[in-house]
């Protein structure tokens, strides 16, 4: 399916189709040891196109080839056989570089800087004159929701705050495509969903994003088209939700249907010979859970709410119950409960 979807992706454009930002042709890297024997063949024969406007993202497991694609890219690699193309030149050329931001792995930042210095520092790099380096860091700190920690030294900042301003960093040039490399790495729920969020909004910008990732769940979410890479081959080519359907099931959701109407449903898909494969009520994620709960939580300091107290009914106390109520209170033990108690749960 890989190589049928790539020879016909690299039939010539139409005029209704993006323009081709990134091509690979044939793309092989290996690594050699110091006497200059192969030692690890990194990539094989890579080839893919990325158009303009869109989230591609390189899945695979640990050393499968994805970050090595991103430095022959960028030009950091010189690949063994074959060619990278970005813009239409060819990816050892350093110029095209300028149209590029980078967010590498492990965000090698000045811990003694601060947010509005860092980002001026990479600004100077890119020869951007005062007026435009201080608009830039403005619109940037305020993307990546930064400005109450703007004047705190890197060294102060949490792992998500830290790729919140490396994300900015590779964006100080206003590049037309953004390459991201495993950007949700060591980031709790909440911080890979922000940076999902700020990834998701690039694209509405315009922006061409690359990203690389082993975490199905953050591809799944934010990309357009996927390759799937493992042992330095490409696997897999294709838009997600045409990978990730499952044609031969057909899927129903409704409410509000009575047990006869349940029953009536699975009596049609028997008369049309249809295996009833399962009939309950969908399920959240744990991600869309753990955020909610934390989200209830801020708006409601010290309230712990669990999902069958919100569920149950609401049940009115008789007359004759609400003295026994009152006189178990009475018995009951007085306890004091400050707010710190609660809030420390």
């Known amino acids: 399916m890989a190589t049928s979807e790539v020879a016909n992706e690299s039939e010539v454009n139409s005029p209704d ?36 406007g869109e989230i591609f993202g390189l899945l695979g497991p640990n050393g499968s080839g994805k970050s090595t694609t991103i430095k022959l890219l960028l030009g950091l690699l010189f690949p063994t056989s074959g060619h990278a193309y970005t813009f239409g030149v060819d990816a050892t050329d350093v110029a095209k570089n300028e149209r590029i931001g980078y967010l590498p792995e492990e965000s090698y930042l ?22 435009q380096r201080q608009d830039r860091i403005d619109e940037l700190i305020e993307m990546v929701d930064l400005e109450w920690a703007k004047r705190r030294q890197l060294k102060e900042y949490s792992k998500g705050m830290t790729r919140r301003i490396g994300l900015a960093q590779a964006l100080i040039n206003d590049p037309e495509l953004i390459l991201l490399d495993e950007p949700t790495t060591g980031l709790d729920p909440i911080g890979t969903r922000e940076m999902k969020d700020l990834i998701i909004k690039l694209r509405e910008q315009g922006k061409t994003v690359l990203m690389c990732s082993h975490l199905l769940a953050d591809v799944q979410d934010v990309c357009d088209r996927i390759a799937i890479l493992h042992q330095g081959e490409l696997k897999e080519l294709g838009r997600v939700d045409n990978l990730l359907s499952v044609q031969d099931v057909t899927q129903v959701q409704a409410s509000g249907l009575s047990a006869e109407a349940e ?8 008369k049309h010979n249809g295996e009833l494969i399962t009939m309950d009520h969908p399920t959240t994620t744990l991600e869309d859970l753990f955020l909610d709960i934390v989200r209830d939580s801020a708006a409601r300091p010290g309230k712990r709410i669990h999902k069958e107290e919100t569920a149950a009914p609401e049940t009115e106390t008789s007359e004759a119950e609400a003295p026994e109520a009152e006189a178990s209170e009475a018995e009951a033990p007085e306890a004091e409960v400050t707010e710190s108690d609660s809030t420390n749960d």
Not at 22 to 32: Q, S
Not at 263 to 270: F, K, N, Q
């Open 110 to 131: 000045y811990k003694f800087l601060n947010a509005e210095e860092t980002l001026d520092f990479y600004g100077r790099l890119f020869d951007m004159s005062a007026q």
């Open 263 to 270: 029953a009536e449903i699975r009596g049609v898909i028997e």
């Open 17 to 52: 189709q993006p323009e081709v930002i990134i091509e690979t042709r044939n793309l092989t890297k290996v690594y050699r040891d110091f006497w200059g024997r192969p030692k690890v063949r990194a990539l094989k024969a890579l080839d893919m196109e990325v158009r303009r």
